[in-house]
């Protein structure tokens, strides 16, 4: 019954996306943060009572966004935000998989194009050719 409720309330509103899913992250963190200063702090962390307001701000406006009847106006915001995000996500991914393989890889960019490629350790000079622009070079593993 209640489900039902809340499967016919939701009808032609918006629901979540990746933005709102990052706000209320976002919030969560923040709110976090007002929690540690007020507990370090004791009664001088009031001064950062603007962390529980930016907390508590962000969770209303991703509430506000999945009840949205404006559905054109919240997946221009949501695609905004992917395109500013998705290359940072993919850096951060690939800079944790590099620290995961640094014990038995090396990273070396082309001295061509720049590309990042992946050479075993410890096999002394190696001739390693580029896949992506074909230059040939030699360098110490």
Not at 23 to 36: D, E, R
Not at 62 to 80: P, V
Not at 109 to 135: A, D, F, H, S, Y
Request: glycine letters at 8%; one cysteine or more; aromatic letters at 12%.
């Amino acid at each position: 019954m209640i489900r039902n409720f809340f499967r016919k309330f939701m009808v032609g509103r918006y629901g979540t996306d990746h933005l709102n899913i990052a706000m209320i992250i976002a919030s969560i963190l923040v709110y976090f943060v007002h929690g540690i200063t007020l507990l370090t702090l004791g009664v001088f962390g009031i001064i950062f009572m603007p962390f529980a307001i930016i907390s508590y701000a962000l969770l209303v406006l991703a509430i506000f966004r999945m009840l949205s009847r404006n559905i054109t106006a919240r997946r221009k915001e949501n695609d905004a935000f992917i395109r500013h995000w998705w290359p940072l996500k993919i850096k951060l991914k690939r800079a944790w998989v590099n620290r995961k393989q640094r014990k038995t890889h090396k990273f070396i960019k082309c001295p061509g194009c720049g590309n990042t490629l992946r050479v075993p350790k410890g096999k002394g000079n190696l001739q390693i050719t580029c896949p992506k622009c074909g230059e040939r070079f030699m360098k110490k593993t």
